[in-house]
């Protein structure tokens, strides 16, 4: 089993419709939690930082993460073209690590 | 301003050959690191620099994968004797430091025949 899950998809969605990303965890040690945005031939950009448990909102974006269950989420509301891209969960132990575990990435597609 | 960049951005080599990746992180950015992406897989982690010393090559897949990195600046990555499986993306990102935000450049595309 992989530290990080992550479903592939594609999930394919309607012009603003609301979006929810998933990711599963298994390593306890994981503090601080990261959504990263890829688009098509371009490297990943960081979209969303969290640390610990609980949401942080952001424009269109939620960022939530329940330590309990080992299970993050990002929404995005009214969800745009613009959006469809890969998304990418990362996360990090406390301490410093530097190196953060990612997961496949989701692939987004959103339809006019 | 200029953010990390990557050349060549594609390359299609034989198996067999030696391949050079080059990055140039944001200036003033102290850590660098090399990542691989292959279709459908995350982010495989490769190694990382603090200023020219690499504390972490844990990742490299094999000997046949080197880097190194001048002046704390501009990084190479190379494999020799590529085989197909070293087909895949290869990222580089930089920091100001150990722990902080990493910013990507837009990747190598490497194609071995």
């Known amino acids: 089993q992989k530290e990080v899950e992550q479903d592939p998809g594609p999930l394919s969605v309607p012009e603003g419709a609301i979006v929810s990303l998933n990711c599963t965890y298994s390593n306890s040690a994981f503090q601080y939690f990261m959504w990263y945005r890829q688009y098509s031939r371009k490297g990943p950009e960081l979209l969303m930082y969290?640390?610990?448990?609980g949401n942080k909102e952001d424009g269109r974006f939620t960022a939530q993460v329940d330590k309990s269950s080992k299970y993050i989420s990002l929404f995005i509301r009214d969800s745009q073209p613009s959006d469809s891209a890969t998304y990418l969960c990362a996360m990090d132990t406390s301490g410093g690590s530097y190196i953060p575990t990612f997961g496949r990435g989701t692939s987004l597609i959103v339809h006019p | 301003g200029a953010g990390v960049s990557q050349s060549p951005s594609n390359k299609v080599t034989e198996k067999g050959k030696d391949v050079e990746l080059r990055c140039d992180p944001i200036?003033?950015?102290?850590?660098l690191y090399w990542y691989r992406q292959s279709l459908g897989q995350g982010l495989e982690f490769l190694i990382y620099f603090q200023g020219n010393s690499a504390p972490d090559k844990s990742g490299l897949p094999s000997d046949r994968f080197s880097a190194e990195r001048t002046g704390g600046s501009v990084s190479t990555l190379t494999i020799q004797r590529t085989q197909q499986e070293d087909s895949a993306v290869y990222l580089c990102?930089?920091?100001w430091g150990k722990g902080e935000t990493q910013y990507f450049g837009p990747g190598t595309r490497l194609l071995v025949l």
């Open positions: 200036s003033g950015h102290t850590a």
């Open positions: 969290t640390y610990s448990s």
């Open positions: 990102a930089s920091s």
